[in-house]
C-alpha cells in the first residue's frame, strides 16, 4: 500500500505563470478531494470526483482553477495566471465508496510559493 | 451549515500527564467526526472517528475521543501523552452537500507540544 502521492512536492512560481499538480490515490479508492491548507488554517475544501466525475466545487475554486480526474485514476488540479494569494499547501485525499463516513486519506501535500 | 471550533491555539503538556485537545461542533443531522494529527512536512493522518453508538471512540496512538451530544463537543484525549505526540491536530466534521461528496469541514487546529 503506497498511499496517496503528490507530485511535485514543493512548487514555486513567478505571479501570472500557470502550474500543474497531480495526485495519485489510493488504487481501489473511487472518491477523490483537493483541500487548500494556509498557514494557521486548517484544510478547506476546493473540489470532488467520484470515480472521473467531478460532482462538487467549492465557491473558493475560482474560474482560473481546474481539476480533472481522467478514468477514474489520477488526478491534475491546475491554477492558471497564478497570484500571490494563491501561495498554499494543495492536499488531495481519497477514501473508499459505500459509506458517507469513510475516513479520508491524504497524500504529503503539493506547497505552492507564487512570488 | 456547519462549523467547528477548537478553541485553543496552543496546548502544553508534560510528557507522561494525560492531554485533551477540545472541539466543538454544530451541525445539522447525524454528526459525523473526525480526528486527524499533522506533522511537519506531512500530510494529515488519520486518528479516529465517531459515526454512532459508543459515545468514547478509540483510535490510533492511543488517542480517544469523547462524543458529548449535549454539549456537541468532541474532545480529543491520551492518559499519558509522549513527546513524539507534539503535532498539529485538527478536528473535522462532515459536510453535507447535496452531491453527496462527504468532504470535511476543518477547525483551525490545535498545536500540541509535549514537555519533556
Known amino acids: 500500500d503506497t498511499g496517496v502521492s503528490q507530485n511535485p512536492r514543493h512548487k514555486i512560481t513567478k505571479r501570472g505563470q500557470n502550474v500543474t499538480f497531480r495526485c495519485d490515490p489510493i488504487s481501489e479508492h473511487n472518491r477523490l478531494y483537493w483541500y487548500r491548507q494556509t498557514l494557521g488554517q486548517g484544510p478547506e475544501f476546493l473540489t470532488y470526483?467520484?470515480?472521473?466525475?467531478?460532482?462538487?466545487k467549492s465557491r473558493l475554486l475560482s474560474d482560473r482553477f481546474s481539476a480533472e480526474r481522467p478514468k477514474g485514476s489520477f488526478s491534475t488540479l491546475e491554477i492558471q495566471r497564478t497570484e500571490q494569494g494563491d501561495s498554499a499547501m494543495y492536499l488531495c485525499?481519497?477514501?473508499?465508496?459505500?459509506?458517507?463516513?469513510?475516513?479520508?486519506?491524504f497524500g504529503p501535500g503539493t506547497r505552492l510559493t507564487v512570488l | 451549515a456547519q462549523s467547528v471550533a477548537q478553541p485553543e491555539d496552543q496546548v502544553n503538556v508534560a510528557e507522561g500527564n494525560p492531554l485533551t485537545v477540545k472541539c466543538t461542533y454544530s451541525v445539522s443531522g447525524n454528526p459525523y467526526l473526525f480526528w486527524y494529527v499533522q506533522y511537519p512536512n506531512r500530510g494529515l493522518q488519520f486518528l479516529l472517528k465517531?459515526?454512532?453508538?459508543?459515545?468514547l471512540v478509540k483510535g490510533s496512538y492511543g488517542f480517544e475521543a469523547e462524543f458529548n451530544k449535549s454539549q456537541t463537543s468532541f474532545h480529543l484525549k491520551k492518559p499519558s501523552a509522549l513527546v513524539s505526540d507534539s503535532a498539529l491536530y485538527f478536528c473535522?466534521?462532515?459536510?453535507?452537500?447535496?452531491?453527496?461528496?462527504?468532504?470535511?469541514?476543518f477547525g483551525t487546529g490545535t498545536r500540541l507540544t509535549v514537555i519533556p
Open positions: 465517531y459515526i454512532t453508538g459508543d459515545n
Open positions: 485525499a481519497s477514501s473508499e465508496g459505500g459509506w458517507d463516513y469513510n475516513e479520508q486519506f
Open positions: 470526483f467520484q470515480n472521473e466525475a467531478q460532482l462538487e
Open positions: 473535522a466534521v462532515r459536510e453535507y452537500v447535496k452531491s453527496g461528496a462527504n468532504n470535511l469541514f
